[in-house]
Each structure stands twice: as C-alpha cells, then as structure tokens.
C-alpha cells in the first residue's frame, strides 16, 4: 500500500479523496483505489494520512489517453456526491501571500491579476454542461497500467466546468509550448473538441497559467533550485517575455 500525508489542516480533502474514489469505482471508472475495511483517512497530529493500493509499474499518459479519459469522466454527473463547486483560484492569494522572494510590485501585481481573473471567471460564456471535473490532469495525474489507464491525486475533484480540466492540457501547447500541435491534435481528436476555440478560452488559461506559477513560487519556498523557474514564469505572464507560447518553462516537483 501506499501513505498519503496531507499538508497541515487538510482534513476534508482527505476525506474527499478516498470518497470520491470508492463513488468511482462503483461506477467502474478507473481511478487509483482507497484501501478498504480501515480506518481512512485517519489523523496524526496536525496532519491526515490516507492508504491506497500501490498500482502495478506505469507510464504517464500520452495526450491521447488523457483525452480519452477525460471524454469518459466528463460524462459522469455527479448529482449524488456531496462534493464543492469547482474553484480556480483556491490557494492563490495564500501562495501570494508567503512568497518572499516577491518584492511589493511584484506581489500587488500578481494579487490585482488573481482579482482581474476573479471577475473575469464570474462572466465566463455558456460552454459544457457542468460535470465532474478533476481539476489537473496532466500527464503525470493520468498513468497508464498493464491493466490500463488510471486516474490519481484526487485532491482538486469538484463539479464544474469540464474545460477547466481541459485548459490545463491545452495551456501546454498554447502558453508553455511543451505540447506538440500534433500531441495537442490527437487530445482533441480522443475527446472530441477543442477547448482553445471557445470564446472563455483565454479566461481560463490565464488563471491556469497564474496557478501553476503560484506553484512553482510555494515549491521554491523548499526547493530553492525551483525559484528561478518561478520567476521566469512570472516574467513571461508579466510581458517580458513576448507572446506565447513562451519557452523556458520546466515541470517542479
């Protein structure tokens, strides 16, 4: 088995993880399996601890098997689990907040840009109906078994709009240029639309494109080999950088 440990005060996402996997699993999608018949998640301190089944050797998922799987979890409604509305922004002004290497321009600019985004979120267009939503799945949230594709890292899973999951594979190919159009074509071709034509479009991956900064900056709080990627990814939403896709982006641990 494998130990998840949650970072302080997590409580009720732990909860939600190992929920959300037993609904799934009654319903037969594939998704990383919550130990059964024991107490999970349980709490140690400060913090929550969940057991799961360690899945066979894997590989990470190519664009087209995430396409897949998405097209299959985005039919799912989720009416009968209690579960929250999607929120892009969760954690974005706190990660703000604790970043020191911002100076004062910088920290006011990312926090008007998270309130510009705020706004433009509540006024997004019609688009797909509200479903499931993961919440990031990239390739390393979608791994391949010998007995298939799994979906992990439940953390983020809410009801929502299904293009919020869908930007997170698309802004690789539009804003960090690690997604080929040919990788990005075939997840298209697998789900069956093309979320970067949608008028909300740029909305959305402008919030993803600050998420995943705000990220990077949390990350280099420990791993200070990390912060001169965070702050090239704030260069590059800044302009300094000219037009996307803009290069030099890296994955963080």
Same mark, same amino acid.
């Given at each position: 088995?494998?130990?998840?440990?949650?970072?302080?005060?997590?409580?009720?996402?732990?909860?939600?993880?190992?929920?959300?996997?037993?609904?799934?699993?009654?319903?037969?999608?594939?998704?990383?399996?919550?130990?059964?018949?024991?107490?999970?998640?349980?709490?140690?301190?400060?913090? #929550?601890?969940?057991?799961?089944?360690?899945?066979?050797?894997?590989?990470?998922?190519?664009?087209?098997?995430?396409?897949?799987?998405?097209?299959?979890?985005?039919?799912?409604?989720?009416?009968?689990?209690?579960?929250?509305?999607?929120?892009?922004?969760?954690?974005?002004?706190?990660?703000?907040?604790?970043?020191?290497?911002?100076? %004062?321009?910088?920290?006011?600019?990312?926090?008007?840009?998270?309130?510009?985004?705020?706004?433009?979120?509540?006024?997004?267009?019609?688009?797909?109906?509200?479903?499931?939503?993961?919440?990031?799945?990239?390739?390393?949230?979608?791994?391949?078994?010998?007995?298939?594709?799994?979906?992990?890292?439940?953390?983020?899973?809410?009801?929502?709009?299904?293009?919020?999951?869908?930007?997170?594979?698309?802004?690789?190919?539009?804003?960090?240029?690690?997604?080929?159009?040919? #990788?990005?074509?075939?997840?298209?071709?697998?789900?069956?639309?093309?979320?970067?034509?949608?008028?909300?479009?740029?909305?959305?991956?402008?919030?993803?494109?600050?998420?995943?900064?705000?990220? %990077?900056?949390?990350?280099?709080?420990?791993?200070?080999?990390?912060?001169?990627?965070?702050?090239?990814?704030?260069?590059?939403?800044?302009?300094?950088?000219?037009?996307?896709?803009?290069?030099?982006?890296?994955?963080?641990?």
């Amino acid at each position: 088995m494998v130990a998840r440990i949650t970072r302080p005060g997590m409580t009720s996402t732990a909860t939600k993880e190992v929920q959300v996997s037993r609904w799934l699993d009654t319903r037969g999608f594939p998704v990383v399996q919550a130990l059964p018949d024991v107490p999970n998640p349980v709490r140690i301190g400060d913090r #929550d601890v969940s057991f799961w089944h360690e899945f066979t050797e894997h590989r990470p998922g190519t664009s087209a098997e995430i396409g897949a799987l998405l097209r299959r979890l985005h039919t799912i409604s989720a009416d009968d689990l209690d579960l929250p509305d999607t929120d892009p922004f969760v954690q974005v002004e706190e990660r703000i907040a604790t970043l020191d290497f911002l100076d %004062a321009t910088d920290r006011t600019w990312m926090l008007d840009r998270a309130t510009q985004l705020r706004h433009a979120y509540a006024a997004l267009p019609p688009g797909l109906p509200r479903r499931l939503v993961h919440g990031d799945p990239w390739s390393g949230n979608v791994v391949i078994t010998c007995d298939g594709p799994l979906l992990i890292d439940l953390e983020r899973v809410s009801v929502g709009p299904p293009e919020y999951d869908l930007v997170v594979v698309a802004a690789a190919h539009t804003s960090y240029g690690t997604m080929s159009a040919r #990788d990005y074509g075939l997840l298209v071709d697998a789900y069956g639309h093309d979320v970067t034509a949608w008028e909300g479009y740029p909305v959305l991956r402008d919030i993803r494109e600050l998420r995943v900064t705000t990220y %990077a900056g949390q990350v280099a709080l420990d791993h200070p080999d990390v912060l001169p990627q965070a702050v090239h990814r704030l260069r590059c939403l800044q302009g300094h950088h000219g037009h996307r896709p803009w290069t030099g982006w890296r994955a963080v641990p």
